[in-house]
């Protein structure tokens, strides 16, 4: 039981793993929503329940203990999710003290296990169990006599305001009063026994976050409560943030955690994490601040570091805010923060500080366009020198990236993964394991390999983290996952199973809400999926409007696709325009791939107005910067616009010896529609080859003419899977050559019709299949 909430005995954001006592002002005190966990306890231990039920209700405890006070209706239905049978007997057990007289509460009391005296009991003395007993029975026994008996009547408002009005909402949950201070165990005074009023008693109840209710708690909330609220809220957003409070109902939460406590330096932090789900970076700025701030007033750092600790807050809350406006896109602003970080971690001589900015820098060139591999070379050196291996496993894996971007082979830039990868599992760094691994994924992608990129994101997909899982979290909705579905998905796009593609998008729709961060992936993934295959349907009346939706995601994808439709309405001169720009501009961002995939429509447009002789230089530019940078896909796609160039060109023979070359990268790892499109420009080249004319005198290759009924047959299988019924009126139309030129008459006449039945679905002209590739 213990290893499944492991860490929710330690608060990750307390500092210095330090818990201040009364950070409230508010004591731990016996209410009745505990004594109802108690009577929990104990029939659990009485009464005879199955191994399953007893491991959802051992799961149940700590969260019970240690979240905020349930009202009756919420706990029996929580606990009545796990046992049944157990809910009944806490019922039965609360209707029989509540029903009754104080001597049953008594009686209750006194036939608890003892975890000091009960050696058979399962409620061990030093177990989660038997602390919270030992707790509830010390607390029980110093209180006095009026103090029981207004228990008492507490137990009894708790139990019948539940059946009283049930309709109502969330009743007052009646507890002793905040300034009860005999309820704290180091009290020694018994003078304050009749504090509670009926006011008390009508107080709201403090929510639970165990059913993530939306409906944030009222009232204030004990150290280990809000201790377990904030831990388990940052804990989700980190990891799951679809589980987590909506953005409007934690904020609402946590202002009235700071009403009751406005120096809490946790609850801030929280609030900094939720405001940048919302992308507000005037409260994101403004909370940020508010944390280092309470976190330097409250003495934390002063106290155990002199000095050294106020600057030590003073340089990473310069840090933090760096990186607050590296995100939001403030490269200036982000520049003087990190500036005045650096100069103070310089000033006190705090070499992991400086490390921490080093990252950073490197990460705010690369962010600006400039070439940052001579500050990362560095910053990885400093971290293995001053072991720090998680600063040195990013600065390697961000050395990759540029790598991967300047043409750097696969081998070296798999090597160096491979020995990160061997620190990450040294060190258990499973963050980092996940972004190696969609890191590999996305570079096999660019290589166009996508067997291996398949495998890799089915290899993190299917990984068990090495954190501890908590909350019921049971998969980190981090980027990296995110960035392996997106691959997932458009994977699945390219093969036309796009009803997987549609369940993958669901799960990301759901995993990662619009307003979350990582949310933008999906959005162009799926905008990008829905565009082509619009494209491939010729439907592009409707692919249209997405370019706009594009460009707000990715200004460079956006004008690419843009001149993909123009082009494809046959708007050559805006088409060739916008190519031009965009080609000036990747280059100046050294974005290699979408340059390449400008070269190639440009060439496209030449053939539009038959100048294949002018398309040449570009295609072959084209391929050699392709095969620099080693990219696979976009070196095969030149080729087979070489070779359909060379085949306008009168020269079918080398047209079909080029694309022996590409063909097989294309059938193993290329799209469906690549697939389809290779097969038919080597069915023209076979047919070339042969002698098959328009008018279909020559001498016939009979080789070759089967060869080319073959590769017709398979490339309209290909088309048919995408329904690119364009693609398919060109295959019907050769085919119906073919076989009119080898005198199969039925055979003709089938592709014949078939081409005339497109042809009047499609009630548009069919362009010059000379001018397609």
């Not at 009485?46 to 491991?55: C, D, M, V």
């Amino acid at each position: 039981m213990a290893s499944v909430h492991e860490s929710l005995y330690f608060n990750p954001m307390m500092t210095n793993g330090v818990v201040h006592a009364n950070v409230f002002g508010i004591k731990d005190w016996v209410t009745p929503y505990k004594i109802s966990v108690l009577a929990l306890l104990y029939d659990m231990t009485a009464s005879k329940i199955t191994l399953p039920e007893r491991r959802r209700l051992n799961k149940l405890i700590l969260p019970l203990q240690q979240g905020p006070d349930l009202t009756l209706g919420q706990f029996l239905k929580t606990v009545e999710e796990c046992c049944p049978q157990t809910a009944y007997a806490v019922k039965l057990r609360l209707h029989e003290m509540a029903d009754g007289e104080l001597k049953d509460m008594e009686y209750f009391f006194s036939t608890l296990p003892t975890p000091f005296t009960a050696f058979d009991s399962e409620a061990y003395k030093t177990s989660v169990v038997g602390l919270f007993m030992r707790h509830m029975i010390l607390a029980y026994n110093k209180l006095s006599f009026s103090q029981v008996y207004k228990l008492y009547k507490s137990l009894q408002h708790y139990y019948h305001s539940h059946y009283a009005k049930p309709t109502d909402g969330p009743l007052g949950l009646p507890a002793l009063g905040a300034n009860d201070s005999d309820m704290d165990l180091t009290s020694t005074e018994d003078t304050v026994g009749d504090r509670i009023d009926r006011d008390e008693l009508d107080s709201p109840v403090h929510e639970s976050e165990l059913r993530n209710d939306s409906t944030p708690s009222r009232g204030p909330l004990s150290q280990k409560q809000a201790e377990y609220f904030l831990a388990r809220q940052a804990y989700l957003l980190k990891n799951d943030e679809n589980k987590a409070l909506k953005p409007a109902a934690l904020q609402e939460e946590l202002n009235n955690m700071l009403k009751f406590n406005p120096d809490f330096a946790e609850a801030h932090y929280l609030n900094y994490l939720n405001n940048m789900r919302v992308q507000d970076i005037f409260l994101s700025a403004h909370s940020l601040l508010h944390y280092f701030d309470r976190l330097i007033l409250s003495g934390n750092e002063g106290k155990s570091n002199g000095d050294e600790g106020y600057g030590r807050s003073l340089r990473y809350a310069a840090l933090n805010l760096a990186s607050l406006h590296c995100r939001f896109g403030h490269y200036q602003q982000a520049d003087l923060a990190l500036q005045e970080a650096i100069r103070i971690a310089q000033e006190s001589n705090d070499h992991v500080c400086l490390q921490h900015c080093l990252s950073w820098l490197y990460t705010l060139e690369q962010m600006k366009g400039s070439d940052s591999t001579v500050l990362t070379e560095d910053s990885v050196k400093m971290a293995a020198h001053f072991c720090l291996p998680y600063l040195a496993s990013l600065g390697i894996q961000s050395l990759v990236q540029q790598g991967a971007t300047q043409g750097k082979t696969a081998h070296k830039l798999m090597d160096a993964l491979k020995d990160t990868d061997i620190l990450h599992w040294k060190h258990s760094l499973s963050e980092l394991i996940e972004i190696s691994l969609a890191q590999t994924t996305s570079i096999w992608r660019m290589y166009g390999k996508s067997t291996m990129a398949l495998q890799q994101a089915q290899l993190l997909l299917n990984m068990s983290s090495l954190e501890p899982v908590n909350f019921g979290v049971q998969q980190n909705n981090t980027e990296a996952f995110a960035v392996a579905l997106c691959h997932l998905a458009e994977l699945h796009a390219e093969q036309g199973l796009y009803c997987a593609v549609s369940e993958i998008l669901q799960h990301l729709k759901e995993q990662f809400p619009p307003h979350s961060q990582h949310a933008k992936l999906w959005m162009l993934c799926d905008l990008k999926i829905q565009f082509e295959q619009h494209m491939n349907e010729g439907k592009y009346h409707l692919a249209e409007p997405l370019v706009t939706a594009i460009s707000a995601l990715n200004k460079t994808e956006g004008l690419y696709r843009k001149a993909q439709v123009l082009k494809a309405l046959n708007r050559s001169t805006e088409a060739y325009k916008i190519l031009q720009r965009l080609q000036v501009h990747c280059e100046k961002t050294k974005c290699t791939e979408v340059v390449i995939r400008v070269m190639l429509s440009t060439a496209e447009l030449h053939w539009e107005s038959s100048g294949f002789s002018t398309a040449l230089p570009l295609l072959l530019q084209a391929l050699a910067l392709a095969r620099q940078h080693h990219l696979q896909s976009l070196a095969s796609e030149s080729i087979l616009h070489l070779a359909f160039t060379q085949l306008m060109l009168g020269v079918p023979e080398h047209a079909l010896s080029v694309l022996h070359e590409a063909i097989e990268p294309v059938l193993a790892h290329g799209s469906v529609i690549d697939k389809g499109r290779a097969l038919l420009l080597t069915a023209r080249c076979q047919m070339a080859v042969a002698g098959f004319g328009p008018n279909g005198h020559g001498q016939a290759d009979l080789r070759l003419a089967a060869l080319a009924v073959d590769t017709l047959k398979e490339s309209a299988a290909y088309f048919s899977k995408l329904s690119c019924k364009e693609r398919l009126r060109d295959v019907h139309y050769l085919q119906a050559l073919l076989h009119r030129s080898l005198g199969q008459t039925s055979q003709c006449n089938k592709s014949a019709m078939l081409f005339r039945l497109l042809d009047q679905e499609l009630q548009s002209p069919a362009p010059p299949v000379s001018m397609r590739l």
